[in-house]
């Protein structure tokens, strides 16, 4: 199993980012894909989630009115559009799964991480 996070990098507050998330061997058919996000001395934070079939998505409070998840299936890649961003925002960023039929903030409830993309916003 891989997740492969990238599109991070150094932008200016109000600029836009736009990450990716590629998925391969993974063990099941039907999955969600999660972004969460970890800022230094901070707990990890949710930031979007997505089912595979693109059908679904359910976003944290930080991201509502300015990230959108979405998903190539024919890539088996999901995307974070990130745009109007803040200093705030900046953070390492990862990408999971899980199998649940259900979206989930938990962490611990997703079975493989990408190993992140560092996000840095300056003001």
């Known amino acids: 199993v891989q997740l492969q996070a990238s599109g991070g990098g150094l932008v200016q507050a109000g600029g836009s980012l736009r990450l990716s998330c590629a998925a391969s061997?993974?063990?099941?058919?039907?999955?969600?894909v999660g972004w969460f996000r970890q800022a230094p001395g901070k707990e990890r934070e949710f930031v979007a989630a997505?089912?595979?079939?693109?059908?679904?998505?359910f976003y944290g409070d930080s991201a509502k009115g300015r990230f959108t998840v979405s998903t190539d299936n024919a890539k088996n890649t999901v995307y974070l559009q990130m745009n109007s961003l803040k200093p705030e925002d900046t953070a390492i960023y990862y990408c999971?799964?899980?199998?649940?039929?259900?979206?989930?903030?938990?962490?611990?409830?997703?079975?493989?991480w990408g190993q992140g993309t560092q996000v840095t916003v300056s003001s």
């Open positions: 997505i089912s595979n079939s693109g059908t679904s998505t």
């Open positions: 999971a799964t899980h199998k649940n039929p259900f979206h989930s903030i938990v962490a611990d409830l997703y079975d493989y």
């Open positions: 061997g993974l063990p099941y058919n039907s999955y969600r």
